[in-house]
């Protein structure tokens, strides 16, 4: 089994800036890509960024600019460093990994508010 811990969301006022962090431990092998989705209410999850274990980058236009994803191989961790946050920024984040098949986080919530 392989387990995703997120940490680092909360409350930011418009404009401000957080990073999320998920660490994978378990039963790793190697890893494929990482990364992130979001999830608002009444919307279908959607992707944010992700990242391929030789480093390719991929991200959706609405963070482009804004977010920043990145990985440690070595430690098994993937971070997104999101700045200039909006309120329709505001979701629970779910990091991802995929191995022989895609092991889900259990969400943090990003809330961007004055």
């Known amino acids: 089994q392989v387990q995703l811990v997120e940490s680092g969301g909360g409350l930011v006022q418009p404009g401000g800036s957080l990073r999320l962090s998920c660490a994978a431990s378990g039963s790793i092998f190697s890893i494929n890509a990482m990364g992130w989705y979001r999830q608002a209410p009444g919307k279908q999850r959607e992707l944010v960024a992700r990242i391929t274990s030789s480093g390719s980058t991929n991200y959706a236009d609405f963070v482009k600019g804004r977010f920043t994803i990145s990985r440690d191989n070595a430690k098994n961790t993937v971070s997104l460093q999101m700045n200039t946050l909006k309120p329709e920024d505001t979701a629970v984040y779910y990091c991802?990994?995929?191995?022989?098949?895609?092991?889900w986080g259990q969400g943090t919530q990003v809330t961007v508010s004055s």
């Open positions: 991802y990994a995929a191995l022989t098949r895609a092991y």
